[in-house]
């Protein structure tokens, strides 16, 4: 039978995994048992993506990044060089709280800066973007740009990554796609005609 994805010759991948079409998996990485890659998916050099953890299709994951147990990634996600999932709260080497692993959603379309954290239990918006170092610790709004420890939110960005600037009326256009939002109730949805 045929792969029908790439895994580089030092890469690790344990049965009971699984692994889409059109993905590649680079050097150095570790997919363990009961992990699913979506389709077309990009698993940077020394990634460690831990069971029952889901990536949905096209995720990109840079450098140096661990997914561990109880984060999911929709389709697009953008997982920055050496970002950090958490998925317990209060751990202790001494105290084993595998059964207590706590949940992390990375919605459609959000991109996770270089170096980032996303302390567990927290939800991060579709297309929001995390800055580089940020530190969240509470959900993060759909197409919400947050920055800083802790992470706060300073703006709201497009769909292809572009910093929103809203008029009186709340209205705002991306100046790469010419796609156009709405700012209504400290919400921003896409115009969609």
């Excluded at 996770?112 to 709004?141: L, R």
Aim: net charge positive; aromatic share 8%; proline share 3%.
């Amino acid at each position: 039978m045929k792969k029908e994805f790439f895994v580089h010759e030092t890469a690790v991948i344990d049965e009971g995994s699984k692994i889409g079409k059109g993905s590649k998996i680079w050097h150095f990485s570790h997919i363990m048992t009961g992990a699913e890659i979506g389709e077309n998916c990009n698993i940077g050099q020394n990634v460690v993506v831990s069971p029952g953890v889901k990536l949905g299709k096209n995720v990109k994951v840079q450098n140096n990044v661990s997914i561990y147990t109880g984060v999911i990634c929709e389709d697009d996600v953008f997982l920055g060089p050496s970002m950090v999932f958490t998925n317990i709260i209060n751990p202790r080497s001494a105290v084993i709280r595998k059964d207590q692993y706590i949940k992390t959603l990375v919605e459609k379309g959000a991109s996770i800066g270089a170096n980032s954290t996303i302390i567990c239990g927290n939800k991060i918006g579709k297309y929001s973007f995390i800055g580089a170092g940020a530190v969240v610790t509470k959900d993060v709004k759909p197409y919400a740009l947050v920055v800083g420890n802790p992470a706060r939110q300073t703006g709201w960005m497009s769909e292809f990554g572009h910093k929103l600037s809203f008029d009186s009326s709340g209205i705002a256009t991306c100046p790469e796609s010419a796609e156009r939002y709405r700012l209504e109730n400290g919400i921003v949805s896409k115009i969609i005609y």
